[in-house]
């Protein structure tokens, strides 16, 4: 009888730990400032087009995620203990690559408005034989290699996102041609290539473009980081994409959802962040990204 009763209280505490557990998380209301903010940007995003063949949406017909949804998802947030975004490059990179990289530390920093740190390169020699491969005329590194086999057993100090780039292509598994990145979400661990970012060479040509390309895949891979889901809300950086083509066909800003939710996420200054972007993309020659910032300081104004 006594087992028995042991038995019934077990069963009687899992069951209010489940029901603890389903709780849905309130949703804190939002300041007037906030809720101003917020609204007034709205007026700046820009309808997607209907996704036509070849596009991200054209053969994923993905829901999206709502504010309510990300809010009570489980996501990481910045502490005391992990709140440092880091960058791995991985290969030997030439003047301009690792100008391109000190300007993309200078850009998380200012996008998330948390410390970035750039590490020290390592060499392309960490990856075996084994995971190499020659594709036509340009050799491919395993993804999958770099992120489980590298990058997950780098525990830098307060690290709360750690991004490998690589200045070689990148293959996800042998039937497949490339992959432009790969990350676990989870492990809050990801890598990408610059090699397709750069129209074959990276030069002072083509810089302020590849540049522009190489932010808004590290905003938005990092953005997954934290939890947001692609975005089908409006024209925005969160915007999933199929090709080269269709990333310059993405918005480098935040749509008003999704900066509402990394807001909730991250307690930055809005304003501060937006004029602290524009800023940048001003002083780096990056006049359509700057003209975005821009729009959006007018009309909180």
């Known amino acids: 009888m006594k087992k028995i009763a042991i038995l019934i209280f077990i069963i009687f505490c899992s069951c209010n730990k489940e029901k603890a557990k389903e709780t849905p998380r309130k949703i804190p209301k939002e300041t007037p400032a906030e809720a101003s903010y917020f609204k007034k940007i709205k007026s700046n995003d820009v309808k997607l087009p209907t996704p036509v063949y070849g596009d991200w949406l054209h053969s994923r017909k993905e829901k999206g995620q709502t504010f309510e949804q990300y809010f009570r998802s489980n996501h990481i947030v910045p502490t005391k203990e992990a709140n440092i975004i880091y960058i791995r490059p991985i290969g030997n990179f030439t003047s301009l690559q690792k100008k391109q990289i000190q300007l993309t530390n200078e850009y998380l920093e200012i996008y998330f408005q948390l410390k970035t740190k750039t590490l020290e390169p390592i060499s392309n020699d960490v990856v075996p034989n084994s995971s190499r491969r020659m594709m036509s005329d340009h050799e491919q590194l395993l993804a999958g290699y770099l992120l489980n086999d590298v990058l997950k057993e780098e525990e830098p100090v307060n690290r709360i996102a750690l991004m490998g780039l690589s200045e070689l292509d990148l293959y996800p598994k042998p039937e497949w041609n490339y992959v432009f990145g790969l990350a676990s979400y989870r492990d809050k661990v990801g890598v990408s290539s610059i090699y397709r970012l750069q129209d074959g060479k990276l030069t002072a040509e083509n810089f302020n473009l590849c540049l522009s390309r190489l932010l808004k895949i590290s ?51 809005n304003k501060k962040r937006l004029t602290d972007l524009e800023k940048y993309f001003k002083k780096n020659g990056l006049s359509d990204e700057s003209e975005l910032m821009k729009k959006d300081i007018t009309v909180i104004q």
Do not use: W
């Open 219 to 269: 905003s938005h891979e990092i953005g997954h980081m934290f939890g947001l889901h692609h975005c089908t809300n409006a024209n925005c950086v969160m915007n999933g994409t199929n090709s080269m083509d269709e990333t310059d066909r993405h918005s480098i800003r935040l749509c008003s959802v999704c900066q509402r939710k990394l807001n909730s996420c991250i307690p930055y200054d």
